[in-house]
Each structure stands twice: as structure tokens, then as C-alpha cells.
């Protein structure tokens, strides 16, 4: 390449804006507009005081129903006390 072409070249890539045009909101920002969105986390994160941990209303935005996994878990905890509390019956096959 001739030297006209590299400069053409280095110009052009001078020009190209680099990474994002738009700058992003800060997280606050971003935040408070998942707040008025109706995301109660989001809500929860701006009203909590500044010492307090960020994750520590995020267990309230679920509804009062358990989740699958809480159910399957129970589900499995209640079958191994029925078969716990269920009498054993011991296999009849003629030798003692």
C-alpha cells in the first residue's frame, strides 16, 4: 500500500466513533426506571438504607407460593415419612 492509501485508512478509522455512541444510564438510573416499571427488587434495592445488603428484599418479590423445587421438596420429605411410618412386611419365601 501506498502512503496516500494508510492515511485514507487511519483517518477513516479515526473517524469511526469506538464502542457505544450512547452512554449507559448508571445503575442507580437504571434502577429506579425497573422501579416504575413495577419491579418490586428494584424497588425494594432503592428504598433499603445504604448499609443494609442489596439482596436482602429480593425474597419478597415472589409471591406467597412456594416454588417447584420447595414443593418437589416436600413432596419427597412427606413420601419418606409415610414409608418410615408404614410397617414392614417381610418377604415370604420359605426359608428361615
Known amino acids: ?21 450512547e452512554p449507559r444510564a448508571d445503575f442507580m438510573a437504571r434502577v429506579a ?4 416499571a ?5 424497588c425494594n434495592l ?10 436482602d428484599g ?11 423445587v420447595q414443593q418437589d421438596l416436600e413432596a419427597m420429605i412427606r413420601g419418606m415419612a409415610q414409608a418410615r411410618a ?3 412386611v417381610r418377604a415370604v419365601d420359605g426359608a428361615r
Open 46 to 55: 432503592l428504598r433499603a438504607p445504604p448499609s443494609a445488603s442489596a439482596f
Open 33 to 36: 426506571e425497573d422501579c416504575a
Open 38 to 42: 413495577g419491579d418490586r427488587a428494584a
Open 86 to 88: 408404614a410397617p414392614r
Open 1 to 21: 500500500m501506498n502512503r496516500r492509501a494508510i492515511a485514507a485508512l487511519a483517518i477513516l478509522m479515526a473517524a469511526l466513533p469506538l464502542g457505544c455512541t
Open 58 to 68: 429480593l425474597g419478597d418479590t415472589r409471591s406467597g407460593s412456594r416454588s417447584l
